[in-house]
C-alpha cells in the first residue's frame, strides 16, 4: 500500500532522451511531445524563455509611450518605446506582491502604474516611485533602481520587433541567419518598408503550439485536401502543387514551403486588385530581390520563424502561436502591407485576410478542426504509444546555386517539419545555449 | 460618453408602431432561424443590396485611452458586402467543408430589440442582443454574444436589412473559429 502511495514520479522531462522522441532520420515522433505537461513545462524554459520571440511590428510604436502587451511563452510582457525612441519588453508582473501590471492590450501612456499598492513604472520597466514613498525611507532592501520589472533584450529585424530573455542567447541577426533571405520577400520587396494595419484578430484554439507551427512551416501536404471547399468556394478548381519548381528550405528550424508563382497565394484572398498589384510590380520586386525571389511575394507558400511566427505571403498575414498550456494556444493574427501601398489596396489585404485567414475565414476554419483533434486524441495513453510518420520527402534534399539554408525539392514534403522538431528537440536537450548545434544548413 | 458607445441614434419625431416593432422582431426571429437551420441562401433573400456587415475585434483599452473598443480601421471579423458575405457562405455548401460535417448545432437567440427612427424617412434603427450558441462533435460548445444595431428598410417587398453592425464581447474569441453569422 504504503508503495503504491510513494509511486516514483516520472523522469523529470529534462532528462527525457528528445532526439529519440523526434526521430527525425527515421521520420518518426512519439505524440507524448504534444501532450505532456513536463515536457510542456521544459518547453516553457527552453523554448520560449530562451529563443527570440517575436513582440510586434515598429509601427505599433510611432509615438512615445506606445505600448502593447503581449506573451513570450506564458510570461506576460509589455512592449513600449520610450522617450529616446527605444523599444523596451519588459515583464507585465508588478516587482511589489506581482500584480498584472497592465491590463490593455495596447495604447499609450506615461508610465505603467499598479492597481494594488500604486508602484509606478517608466516606458523602459524602471521604478519610477511608489505610493507613500515616505514610509520606505527606513527600509535597507528598499533601492528603487533594483526593484524595476524584469527586461528582456530586444532585437529589431526590418520592423519586425523580438524580444529573448536568454542573455547567452546570439544576437537576433546571428539566430535568424540564413533564413533573412526568405524574410525578406515580405519585408523588403518595396523600398518604403512594412507596416501592420491596426489591431488584429485573437482567438483561442484546444491544441499543442507545435501543431499550428509545423502546419506554417512545412505543411503544404494539408492544403489540397483541408482546404478543398474554400479552394472550390474560391478558385472553382483543385489547387494543385507545381512538382517542378516548389520547394522546402530551412534554417535552424525556421523554415518556409514555396513555389515561384508569383500569385498562389494571393489569388486566395479573391481581391483582384492585390493580384494586379502583384503582376505590376514584379519588376520593380526584382530590382530589391533578384529575379527568382520577387516571384514568391505572393507565391502559395506557408513559414514559421521558430519557434511561434508564422506568415503567408500573398495573404500577407503574419501571426503567433502562443502556448497556454500544453493542449491550448492563443493565435493572434495580423495583416503586413507596404507603407506606400494605396489605401485601397490596404483595405483589400484587411477585409481579405479576415475573409479567409481569420477565424471566421475560409481556410482557417478548417484548420482549427484538425490540429485540436490531432491534440485532444493523445488523451487515450494506448494512442499516446503510436509514432506519427513524418516520413515524406526523405531524399529529396538538393543543392541550389541562390536558396540559402537546407533545401528540398517540391513543397510536398515533411522536410522542414523534420528540421523544426531537430531544432526543437536540440533545444529541449541542451542546458544552455552553447550545448545548441548549428543547423543553418545541415542535412536532412 | 458611455464606454460602449459607438454611434448615437438620431433623435428624430417619428415613432415605430406597435405593428411595425411586431414585424420587425418576427424578421429577426425569421432570421435567427434560418441561421440555426443553415439556410444561407434563404437568409440572404432577407437583405437589401447595399447590406453590409461588419463586427469589429473588440480591443482592451483604457478608458483614458484616445481610441475606443471598436474602431473601424482594425482588423475585423466581418467587413463584408452581401455578395462577399455570399462568397464565405458557399464553402458550407461544399462537399469537402470537412469541419462542417458532421454540422455544427446552431441556436441564435434574439432579445432585447428596441426600434428607433432612423435618418433616412423609411428606415429604422434597430438595437437587439444577439447570443449564439454552437455545439459541435461530442463535446465542443461555444458561446458568443453580440449587441446589434441594425438599418431595417421598409420596401416594396416588405421589411428588409440594410445594414449590420454587430459588438461582440470576447476580445479574444474563446473558440477555434467562428463558423456562423450574427
Ligand atoms: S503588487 Fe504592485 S504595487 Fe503592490
Ligand atoms: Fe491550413
Known amino acids: ?444 | 460618453m458611455s464606454v460602449n458607445a459607438v454611434e448615437q441614434a438620431v433623435a428624430a419625431p417619428r415613432r415605430a408602431s406597435l405593428q411595425l416593432v411586431h414585424d420587425v422582431q418576427q424578421l429577426l426571429y425569421r432570421e435567427a432561424r434560418l441561421l440555426d437551420e443553415q439556410r444561407y441562401d434563404d437568409w440572404f433573400e432577407l437583405m437589401e443590396d447595399d447590406f453590409r456587415l461588419w463586427i469589429p475585434v473588440p480591443q482592451s483599452r483604457y478608458r483614458r485611452d484616445g481610441q475606443g473598443i471598436y474602431e473601424p480601421r482594425r482588423m475585423a471579423h466581418f467587413d463584408d458586402s452581401l455578395s462577399e458575405l455570399k462568397l464565405r457562405a458557399s464553402r458550407w455548401k461544399e462537399t469537402t467543408a470537412w469541419s462542417e460535417d458532421p454540422p455544427t448545432r446552431h441556436v441564435h437567440y434574439v432579445t432585447n430589440i428596441e426600434v428607433e427612427p432612423a435618418e433616412a424617412a423609411a428606415e429604422w434603427l434597430v438595437h437587439s442582443v444577439v447570443i449564439s450558441l454552437r455545439n459541435r462533435n461530442e463535446d465542443e460548445e461555444n458561446w458568443l454574444g453580440g449587441r446589434r444595431e441594425d438599418v431595417i428598410r421598409e420596401t416594396a417587398a416588405g421589411l428588409k436589412l440594410a445594414g449590420r453592425k454587430v459588438f461582440v464581447t470576447q476580445s479574444v474569441l474563446m473558440a477555434k473559429n467562428f463558423n456562423t453569422f450574427l
Not at chain 1, 114 to 132: I, T
Not at chain 1, 352 to 368: A, I, K, L
Open chain 1, 1 to 444: 500500500m504504503a508503495d503504491i502511495l510513494q509511486a516514483k514520479p516520472a523522469p523529470p522531462a529534462a532528462t527525457l532522451d528528445y532526439h529519440r522522441l523526434v526521430d527525425v532520420e527515421n521520420g518518426w515522433i512519439d505524440r507524448r511531445i504534444f501532450w505532456d505537461e513536463g515536457i510542456y513545462q521544459l518547453e516553457l524554459e527552453r523554448i520560449f524563455a530562451r529563443c527570440w520571440v517575436f513582440v510586434g511590428h515598429e509601427s505599433q510604436f510611432a509615438a512615445p509611450g506606445d505600448f502593447v502587451t503581449t506573451y513570450i511563452g506564458q510570461d506576460a510582457v509589455i512592449a513600449a518605446k520610450d522617450r529616446q525612441g527605444a523599444i523596451n519588453v519588459f515583464l507585465n508582473s508588478c516587482s511589489h506582491r506581482g500584480n498584472r501590471v497592465c491590463f490593455a492590450e495596447a495604447g499609450n501612456t506615461r508610465r505603467f502604474t499598479c492597481n494594488f499598492h500604486g508602484w509606478a513604472f517608466g516606458l523602459d520597466g524602471g521604478l519610477l516611485g511608489v505610493h507613500e514613498e515616505e514610509q520606505y525611507s527606513a527600509c535597507a532592501t528598499f533601492d528603487k533602481s533594483k526593484l524595476g520589472l524584469h527586461r528582456a533584450r530586444v532585437g529589431i529585424y526590418k520592423g519586425l520587433v523580438f524580444a529573448t530573455f536568454d542573455a547567452e542567447a546570439p544576437s537576433l541577426d546571428e539566430y535568424l541567419g540564413d533564413y533573412r533571405y526568405y524574410l525578406d520577400v515580405l519585408l523588403d520587396n518595396d523600398a518604403s518598408g512594412t507596416e501592420f494595419i491596426e489591431g488584429n484578430v485573437k482567438s483561442r484554439l484546444g491544441c499543442n503550439w507545435k501543431f499550428a507551427a509545423e502546419n506554417f512551416v512545412g505543411d503544404a501536404y494539408h492544403a489540397g485536401w483541408t482546404h478543398a471547399s474554400a479552394a472550390a468556394a474560391i478558385f472553382k478548381k483543385d489547387v494543385k502543387v507545381n512538382i517542378e519548381r516548389s520547394y522546402q528550405a530551412n534554417v535552424n528550424g525556421h523554415g518556409t514551403e514555396f513555389g515561384l508563382d508569383l500569385i498562389g497565394n494571393a489569388m486566395g484572398l479573391a481581391e483582384p486588385e492585390v493580384v494586379e498589384y502583384l503582376k505590376e510590380n514584379e519588376a520593380r520586386f526584382a530590382e530589391r530581390l533578384g529575379k527568382l525571389r520577387s516571384r514568391m511575394v505572393g507565391a502559395m507558400s506557408s513559414s514559421n520563424v521558430f519557434p511561434n511566427l508564422a506568415y503567408l505571403t500573398g495573404f500577407n498575414t503574419w501571426r503567433t502561436w502562443t502556448p497556454k498550456g500544453p493542449h491550448e494556444i492563443e493565435l493572434h493574427t495580423w495583416v503586413l502591407v507596404n507603407k506606400d501601398m494605396p489605401e485601397r489596396l490596404k483595405e483589400a489585404y484587411r477585409r481579405g485576410v479576415s475573409r479567409t485567414f481569420s477565424p471566421t475565414g475560409m481556410f482557417e476554419s478548417d484548420d482549427g478542426e484538425n490540429w485540436e483533434h490531432c491534440t485532444r486524441s493523445n488523451a487515450g495513453v494506448v494512442t499516446r504509444r503510436q509514432k506519427l510518420h513524418y516520413g515524406l520527402g526523405m531524399d529529396s534534399r538538393m543543392e541550389h546555386e541562390e536558396f540559402p539554408g537546407a533545401v528540398h525539392r517540391v513543397q510536398l514534403n515533411d522536410a522542414n517539419q523534420r528540421a523544426f522538431y531537430r531544432r526543437w528537440a536540440d533545444l529541449m536537450s541542451a542546458a544552455s545555449w552553447a550545448d545548441v548545434s548549428d543547423r543553418s544548413g545541415a542535412t536532412r
